[in-house]
């Protein structure tokens, strides 16, 4: 079947906007990841989802940033009043699981 | 805390011919994973290898190989037969067996020349 997607491939927005980032995983996969990539960086753990417990938002960097889970499939990241720090490339992943994560393409998140 | 290291910001290797990434760990655990993920310019991480800790044995897949190194918390990854197509940013991650994030270091570049 199709991987994970994410949507939009590229975000373009300004300092003190609000924005949305979706994830659609693989169908069937119960765990879902979202990571942060700065320039140059490594991958940086938000937010994990898996079935219907408790997320482990235990990686979000500050209240500006949620995510919710619908349905046990579709994920969406908020980021709320936006900071130029916040520009970055949003990854999602999913699992069945804790086994193998799939990765999504990625956000490219430009806070001007 | 888990760190992931990857003294290597860049690496090149002729066509054909062998490299070796290298990655150190630090935990206290005795039970988790060890991956390498390879990112090419599209973005799209792609798993390469997986290690478990437990598994004297070093994990390989086809041309992909790890030299695992418990006690010194070393995973290096050696590619053989390096091929264009091999050209992409290599992140070394670390996972818990019961944890939900996965630590990634800072990658590596990997070039390489025909």
Redesign the interface.
């Given at each position: 079947g199709a991987g994970v997607s994410q949507s939009p491939s590229n975000k373009v927005t300004e300092k003190g906007k609000d924005v949305e980032l979706r994830c659609d995983p693989i169908s069937g996969h119960t765990?879902l990841?979202w990571y942060r990539q700065s320039l140059?960086?490594?991958?940086?753990?938000l937010i994990?989802f898996?079935g219907n417990s408790a997320p482990?938002k235990?990686?979000l960097p500050s209240d500006r940033f949620s995510a919710e889970r619908t349905g046990g499939s579709v994920s969406t990241l908020t980021i709320q009043r936006t900071q130029q720090e916040d520009s970055a490339?949003y990854?999602c992943?999913s699992s069945l699981g804790?086994r193998?994560?799939?990765?999504?393409?990625?956000t490219?998140l430009t806070v001007l | 805390a888990q760190t992931v290291t990857q003294s290597q910001p860049e690496m090149s290797v002729q066509e054909a011919e062998t490299v070796t990434l290298s990655c150190t760990y630090d935990t206290s655990e005795s039970d988790y994973y060890l991956f390498w993920y390879k990112q090419p310019p599209s973005r799209q991480m792609i798993l390469v290898i997986r290690q478990e800790a437990y598994k004297q044995q070093n994990a390989t897949e086809n041309r992909f190989s790890v030299n695992f190194q418990k006690a010194a918390k070393s995973f290096s990854l050696k590619i053989s037969d390096s091929q264009l197509g091999d050209a992409a940013m290599y992140f070394c991650a670390y996972r818990r067996t019961r944890s939900n994030d996965m630590r990634f270091g800072a990658g590596t570049r990997l070039t390489v020349k025909p």
């Open positions: 765990a990841y140059g960086q490594g991958l940086e753990f994990y898996q482990d235990s990686g490339v990854l992943a804790r193998e994560q799939f990765f999504g393409p990625g490219r | -």
